[in-house]
Every structure is written in structure tokens, then in C-alpha cells.
């Protein structure tokens, strides 16, 4: 069954530091483009950041230089690194494939002191 | 960045009517590069069109999409219960941007 599954969301502090993980079955990942996507409580989906097949990054400009998209092919496991969290970064987190018929369920992060 | 504007902000009708959702691009969108989403509280969003007009797998056939360049439309010929959700379109041929969405509530 193809299934994407999030963990790694939690309570954090600002200006902390959280790693989501996105783990895959049913497919490999590095043969599609994998994004992020986010989701503020209440409002709606703002793209976060992409890799590409042949690794290329891009960031929404709100977490560009703070967050860091990354993927091993060995675990097929896609990634988001996030650093220096600020409350508006508080959302729920999905990982979705290319194609943009396969969602993650999402992990929730919420930042705050 | 391509805004896209989705109107109405929320769309209140009963089972059985027809539904209409518009999503405007600030600027010409690839009909491959467009979609429809459906969100219910607590789920992931669901895609329902691509390609601007094709429905996705396992899509009823009520659910119908239109459009190209700067207009986009999608139909729900007879609301089923089960169709009173939050719509999402989206554009992914340049960068990627959501709308901000169209709520379907009951009337």
C-alpha cells in the first residue's frame, strides 16, 4: 500500500529546533519530488519546501534559511529540519508525494513558551 | 507568486443542490499544473481534480472540473452529505500556492 506516514511533532519552545520525519512505503521516494505542507490552526495550506529527483531544494520565504529539506534514499524517509521556530510556525505538518495524491496524516507542531 | 482567489469564501446550499467554486490565478496557470482539493476537519487534504479537468482516482463522478489561464471552476452537480468540506485549489507550474479556500457548509 502506498502510505506516507509524519512523526517527529511536538511542543517546542521558540526558537528551538524539531525534525519531522516522513516515512514512506509503496514507493521510493527519490523517484518523485517530495514537499511539505503546512497547516496553521484555522486557516489554510501554505506550501512549505520541495526536493527535487535529483535533489534540488526550494523554501517558502517564510522558513527559508530555518528549515531544511533533506531525504535518505537507504530509508526512504523524507525529511524537514526546522530551526529557529517561532509561533507562527505552529501548524500541522504534511509530507505529500508528487502527483499530490499521496498525503501524510500530519504531525503537529506547536511552538510556544 | 501566483495569488490564487478562491470565491465564494463559503458556499451554504442543501443535499441535493449544485455547487459552484471559482479560484482566480493573478496570473496564467498550466491547466496541467492545477488542482482541486477536499479537506474535512481533522484529515489530510484529499485531491480530487488534476489537470485542472481529470478526476482523481476513486473521485465520484459529480465532482467535475473546468477551466484554464486565469479561471478555474469546480462543479458538484448533486451535494451528497458527505461533500460539505473545505475547497482547495492549487497551482504547481510555478513555484506552489493554495487558495485560500471555499467552505461548503449546509444551509
Known amino acids: 500500500e502506498v502510505q506516507l506516514v509524519e512523526t517527529g511533532g511536538g511542543l517546542i519552545q521558540p526558537g528551538g529546533s524539531l525534525r519531522l520525519s516522513c516515512a514512506a512505503s509503496?514507493?521510493?521516494?527519490?523517484?518523485?519530488?517530495m514537499t511539505w505542507v503546512r497547516q496553521a490552526p484555522g486557516k489554510g495550506l501554505e506550501w512549505v519546501s520541495v526536493?527535487?529527483?535529483?535533489?534540488?531544494?526550494y523554501y517558502a520565504d517564510s522558513v527559508k534559511g530555518r528549515f531544511t529539506i533533506s531525504r535518505d534514499n537507504s530509508k526512504n524517509t523524507l525529511y524537514l529540519q526546522m530551526n529557529s521556530l517561532r509561533a507562527e510556525d505552529t501548524a500541522v505538518y504534511y509530507c505529500?508525494?508528487?502527483?499530490?495524491?499521496?498525503w501524510g496524516k500530519g504531525t503537529t507542531v506547536t511552538v510556544s513558551s | 507568486e501566483i495569488v490564487l482567489t478562491q470565491s465564494p469564501g463559503t458556499l451554504s446550499l442543501s443535499p441535493g443542490e449544485r455547487a459552484t467554486l471559482s479560484c482566480r490565478a493573478s496570473?496564467?496557470?498550466?491547466?496541467?499544473?492545477f488542482a482541486w482539493y477536499q479537506q474535512k476537519p481533522g484529515q489530510a487534504p484529499r485531491l480530487l481534480i488534476y489537470?485542472?479537468?481529470s478526476r482523481a482516482t476513486g473521485i465520484p463522478d459529480r465532482f467535475s472540473g473546468s477551466g484554464s489561464g486565469t479561471d478555474f471552476t469546480l462543479t458538484i452537480s448533486r451535494l451528497e452529505p458527505e461533500d460539505f468540506a473545505v475547497y482547495y485549489c492549487?497551482?504547481?507550474?510555478?513555484?506552489?500556492?493554495f487558495g485560500p479556500g471555499t467552505t461548503v457548509d449546509f444551509k
Open positions: 505529500a508525494r508528487e502527483g499530490w495524491d499521496v
Open positions: 509503496g514507493f521510493t521516494v527519490s523517484s518523485y519530488y
Open positions: 526536493i527535487y529527483k535529483i535533489g534540488t531544494t
Open positions: 496570473e496564467s496557470v498550466s491547466s496541467t499544473h
Open positions: 489537470g485542472a479537468s
Open positions: 492549487q497551482q504547481f507550474g510555478n513555484s506552489f500556492t
